[in-house]
């Protein structure tokens, strides 16, 4: 099923996953404007359902729902214990400090309702990642060097990867709140993606991985190339333990 808010990618008696399109958010905004969450329960004609975590609004990707209050339950322990392994994708036009690696750090408010990654490690934000560089993509309307991130997140903080990038002096393409951008030239959506869940639920196992399906670059050939050849399976990168 598609609504210009979402997909269903699976559908069965403990949850609904989503691939919910990005620009889309997640509460109601204004009487007639229905946000993702009620979109869900209404097209699927659900009477129950429970959010169990979240996306920022630019983010596209995998999301989430359960059905019944003893999975949404199930649901909220997994991921209170770290036991849903998530991935993102993201583009940055920016090169990196560094490659790969680990960013960890206390976060704190900042400006315009950005956040900001601190020294200390008190109750820190913690993420791996990968980077690839793509070179030059270009087409009749992009021509930009980037680089292309795949993130573990290990906790899971208001914009926890926005800021991890924005610390490595790379920001994610389109985050208008963490980059500098006119109208002209603001690209036609924020590149971060929900892109691989892994969990066990009820003794069973389950394995998602949906690549990106919308913005100019995230569908560009070489962009599409490079997440095939890099992440095509993300739990099997050699992620240093931590």
Known sequence: MLSNLFEVVEHNKHFVLINKAAGTNFHDEGELNL???????????????????????????????????????AFLTLFSEHKVEKYYLALSEHKPKKKQGIIKGDMSKSRRGAWKLLRSVNNPAVSQFFSFGLGKVTSKQIDKSLRLFIIKPHSGKTHQIRVALNSLSAPILGDALYNSYTNEHLPDR????????????????????????????????????????????????PWPKI
């Open 190 to 237: 924020g590149y971060l993606h929900a892109y691989s869940l892994r969990f066990s639920l009820f003794e069973t196992q389950y394995e998602f991985i949906l690549p990106p399906n919308s913005g100019e670059y995230f569908t560009h050939s070489d962009v599409q190339n490079s997440i095939k050849e890099n992440t095509c399976t993300p739990w099997g990168l």
């Open 35 to 73: 946000g993702l969450f009620n979109q869900v329960k209404t097209q699927l004609k659900l009477d129950e359902l429970y959010p169990v975590h979240r996306l920022d609004k630019m983010t596209s990707g995998l999301l989430i729902f359960a059905k019944t209050k003893v999975s949404a339950n």
